[in-house]
């Protein structure tokens, strides 16, 4: 009946930026990343391979996030895409645009921007014949 719908993040943490950390820069990763603490900078997943970012309820992000599952119990100041799934938890606090395919909002997430829901698109281009007679 439900069967098509979309995977929820992985339970399973590669690394972890603890509390009191605080990271300067981009940040690149794969597979899952929890974050306690506070990066300054963009948090990039590989693309085409599966990630999940989990940011705490004292997590901070001031960039971009780009990733495939996303789970927001922090602050975020910065555009966010999640390409598959994003939910936001009761504390979270996103400024930005969020695009995202499947959104999951528990009471008290505040979004200050706007919700662009990502479409499947098809690269195929397709001809129409004009109608009117040539001469």
Request: hydrophobic share 35%.
């Amino acid at each position: 009946m439900f069967g098509n719908r979309p995977s929820k993040p992985q339970n399973r943490i590669d690394s972890l930026i603890g509390a009191g950390t605080r990271v300067k820069g981009d940040l690149f990763f794969t597979g899952g990343l929890r974050v306690d603490g506070q990066v300054d900078g963009n948090v990039i997943a590989d693309e085409g391979k599966p990630s999940t970012l989990v940011l705490s309820e004292n997590a901070r992000v001031d960039g971009e996030i780009n990733v495939t599952h996303l789970v927001v119990n922090g602050v975020v100041t910065g555009p966010v895409r999640a390409a598959e799934y994003l939910e936001l938890q009761s504390k979270a606090k996103l400024t930005g645009d969020v695009h995202y395919k499947t959104l999951e909002i528990q009471l008290g997430a505040i979004v200050q921007g706007k919700l662009i829901h990502l479409t499947e698109t098809s690269d195929k281009v397709v001809a129409f014949k004009s109608s009117g007679a040539e001469s």
